[in-house]
């Protein structure tokens, strides 16, 4: 299928302003693909209900959290997510894990680039290293007195797997041994004590496994599987956005363009946004300052090209991405130092030097950190890759799930040119602004989301024929249109933080 056919099809379906009748337009999509195309084969756009209910449902994820955890009252009731992949595979990947050793839920959001390698080491590893930092010295004394003896170690999350969730299990055992060794550097450390405070944790736990990865792409290990899945883990990268969700109030870790918003719902029953992490990409000034710091005065306009560091990574941090930190040097070395047999097309990898690359590094991980203390009116928190804030934006998302959640749909006013409208014009717009209001078709608020991500018209309404050809697309062009799009939507227990009267 040529892609000017698909770019037809998307222009086509993208303006949801057609003056025909589905099936009209589905004949012509076939008349239009049949004229660039010589057999018939698979060229059906026009996916029905069903199908498309298929395609966006694979992947959702409910769990419903016991309102008391044996510890207290749980600040989370429920979380609900789901992905939808445009790469294949999927590059984009997803955490939700509840402490044992100490109080709180964590939840992630990993964004992979240069393949899936990073986001999925990143997803597997990192909320152990965060859950290990808050723990006390008592507890990782515990840990260690159980490795030592062979004894079975005591759980320290519980996590919450979809099933078709993947682990590195060959690299099972190096994860292992480089967590127990972060948690006896914590228990040589004088001040460890109780443990450390969520807001500390996640900082830690990022730069600590950033640097772990880099060490393990350095290092001879055990076997060529290892090695291998460790050079693609460091050359590759991923974005991070992590929440700690406890009765205190959530504490947000972001690095990259993935982001977390809190749904605020206010006194007249509205819905407000606000934001937990901010974007560190080239559209936010104050991340654009930091990083020209960094850097001599003369790469003020290089380190920054086309609003992408060095004119090639968009987000501005990230895991991973030792082709931006290394020295050229050590990249050398590390890649010349390769086994036979294990060169850079095997690992799936475009080794490039970026230009301008003068003074390295050009990236890290360090997160960017915020808190906020949890109110009654705090709703649910909404955790999503940059897929899906690349069609939503924040106060959407959030009136999206919000009406989802209360089954009350506020339209906006009529905007003074819809005024100008004439009758037919205006019978469309309202016809289309009741469509917005029906029931919802899905009881998964992150499925709800992707939904109208991909299927929202002008006016707001859900566009089928928008939603079927974006869904449509084969997955050697879905990347050209959209992202992979990953969203979890996690329920506030309002319970927690209710003012009390006598």
């Excluded at 239009?32 to 084969?41: E, I, N």
């Excluded at 402490?99 to 990993?110: A, D, N």
């Excluded at 030592?148 to 099972?172: F, T």
């Excluded at 050079?231 to 956005?241: K, R, Y």
Aim: hydrophobic share 35%.
């Amino acid at each position: 299928m040529s892609w000017r056919v698909y770019a037809y099809i998307l222009h086509r379906a993208k303006s949801c302003m057609l003056t025909v009748s589905p099936a009209v337009f589905t004949q012509d999509v076939r008349s239009c693909a049949l004229r660039h195309y010589s057999t018939c084969k698979d060229l059906d756009f026009q996916l029905n209900q069903v199908q498309i209910n298929s395609i966006l449902r694979a992947n959702e994820q409910v769990v419903s959290v016991p309102e008391f955890d044996g510890r207290g009252l749980s600040a989370v009731r429920k979380f609900e997510s789901n992905q939808l992949p445009a790469n294949t595979p999927n590059e984009d990947r997803r955490s939700a894990a509840t402490c044992l050793q100490t109080k709180g839920m964590l939840f992630g959001v990993f964004d992979g680039h240069g393949g899936w390698a990073c986001a999925q080491a990143v997803s597997e590893r990192l909320l152990y290293y965060v859950a290990v930092a808050m723990m006390s010295q008592r507890g990782l004394e515990e840990l260690e007195r159980c490795m030592e003896h062979g004894s079975p170690v005591p759980p320290i999350l519980q996590w919450y797997k979809h099933h078709g969730d993947y682990n590195y299990r060959e690299s099972a055992s190096l994860y292992v041994d480089h967590l127990r060794v972060f948690w006896q550097e914590l228990l040589d450390s004088e001040d460890h004590g109780d443990g450390m405070s969520p807001q500390d944790a996640l900082n830690h736990a990022f730069r600590r496994l950033d640097t772990d990865i880099s060490l393990e792409a350095q290092v001879p290990l055990s076997n060529d599987l290892m090695k291998s899945t460790a050079i693609q883990v460091a050359f590759a990268g991923c974005t991070a956005c992590v929440a700690h969700v406890g009765s205190e109030g959530i504490h947000v870790a972001n690095a990259g363009d993935c982001r977390a918003v809190l749904g605020v719902q206010e006194e007249d029953g509205s819905w407000s946004a606000q934001p937990l992490s901010w974007d560190h990409n080239s559209q936010n000034p104050a991340e654009m300052e930091r990083i020209r710091a960094q850097h001599p005065a003369r790469e003020r306009d290089t380190v920054v090209t086309d609003d992408r560091l060095l004119g090639i990574l968009m987000p501005l941090r990230a895991f991973g991405d030792v082709s931006f930190k290394w020295s050229l040097d050590l990249q050398k070395s590390v890649l010349n130092g390769l086994e036979a047999g294990m060169d850079l097309d095997s690992l799936n990898l475009y080794h490039y030097t970026p230009p301008n690359f003068l003074s390295p590094p050009y990236l890290d991980v360090t997160p960017e950190l915020t808190y906020h203390k949890l109110r009654p009116q705090d709703r649910f928190l909404i955790l999503g890759s940059d897929g899906l804030w690349d069609e939503l934006g924040s106060a959407e998302a959030v009136q999206l799930v919000g009406e989802h959640l209360s089954g009350i749909h506020l339209q906006a006013p009529v905007s003074p040119s819809e005024r100008n409208l004439n009758l037919g014009q205006m019978h469309e717009l309202l016809l289309k602004r009741r469509d917005r209001a029906n029931p919802t078709t899905d009881t998964n608020a992150a499925t709800h989301l992707i939904r109208h991500a991909l299927g929202t018209g002008e006016y707001g309404e859900l566009c089928h024929e928008r939603l079927a050809a974006m869904l449509a697309l084969p997955e050697d062009l879905a990347r050209m249109y959209r992202d992979d799009i990953t969203a979890t939507v996690v329920y506030l227990n309002s319970d927690l933080v209710k003012p009390h009267h006598s």
